[in-house]
């Protein structure tokens, strides 16, 4: 029998990560941390960390409802680097409501888990199932580039000194410097 600080531990939120749309699209490497149906799946971000959950802001592009019974929303969020291609459906009825909302060219913060899929033509495509979406101001979302800017440098100074980045440079062959680049461009895209 667990006692209740066990229990409490287990049932513990991952945080969620700070990550530009850029470096999300070139996800490929997901694993499962246990054997157990509840164990949670990670991607591994390239710049050399694991990841659960994300937490990104941008401005709505496009926004559809999609499907006649099982309606979802297909949202489109961009931020410096690219674009985020964001769900929500019947399974995440929080943040489906939450999007219902939002209008097109609204700026707004995400949090959701990353999706990989192999397509039949053999690309791979990245999604987010939302579990959270608020309404932000622009001053926000500046500051949440300027923070993951920070976290990405962060990361890539680290690059190779950790379990997680071993793995992700072992996985993805890639370089750091990638990385610093992807922060320094988005900080350039942004005016404060």
Not at 39 to 66: A, D, H, W
């Amino acid at each position: 029998m667990s006692t209740p600080k066990e229990s409490q531990r287990r049932y513990l939120r991952e945080p969620a990560r700070r990550a530009f749309a850029a470096e999300v699209r070139e996800v490929r490497l997901t694993f499962k941390d246990g054997e157990d149906e509840k164990s949670p799946v990670y991607v591994m971000l390239p710049s050399g960390i694991r990841c659960n959950r994300l937490f990104f802001c941008g401005q709505v592009t496009r926004k559809e409802l999609k499907g006649e019974d099982n309606t979802f929303y297909s949202v489109r969020v961009q931020d410096p680097t690219g674009i985020f291609f964001v769900s929500a459906g019947i399974y995440q009825p929080e943040a489906k409501q939450q999007i219902s909302r939002i209008e097109e060219s609204a700026w707004v913060a995400v949090v959701g888990k990353a999706q990989v899929r192999n397509t039949p033509d053999g690309a791979t495509f990245v999604s987010i199932r939302a579990e959270s979406v608020a309404e932000i101001d622009e001053d926000t979302y500046r500051k949440w580039v300027d923070e993951t800017a920070g976290q990405t440098l962060d990361r890539a100074d680290a690059f190779d000194q950790t379990e997680d980045s071993k793995k992700a440079h072992e996985f993805y062959a890639n370089d750091p410097e990638t990385y610093r680049q992807m922060a320094l461009h988005a900080l350039q895209r942004i005016t404060f």
